[in-house]
């Protein structure tokens, strides 16, 4: 692993399963499954088993603390 690569890395923090999201967020396991499909959080898919680094977590946090676009 090179320094971009790294540091890339380090940025996104660890990589969480959905269970520890869905505790953090107080909801299910299925919701947080439901967010990803949406595409409200990112995820990383590491073999069969979708995990959310922190950095992703931190990023739907800070979208859902703004609440949705104004239409005007």
Excluded: C, F, W
């Excluded at 890339?8 to 953090?24: N, P, Q, S, W």
């Excluded at 949406?38 to 946090?61: A, F, I, P, T």
């Amino acid at each position: 692993m090179d320094d971009d690569e790294s540091s890339a890395a380090e940025a996104a923090g660890r990589l969480r399963d959905l269970d520890t999201i869905a505790r953090r967020l107080n909801v299910t396991t299925k919701t947080v499954r439901r967010m990803i499909v949406r595409g409200e959080l990112g995820y990383h898919q590491v073999g069969r088993l979708k995990r959310v680094s922190d950095g992703q977590y931190l990023e739907y946090l800070t979208r859902i603390k703004r609440g949705p676009p104004s239409s005007r």
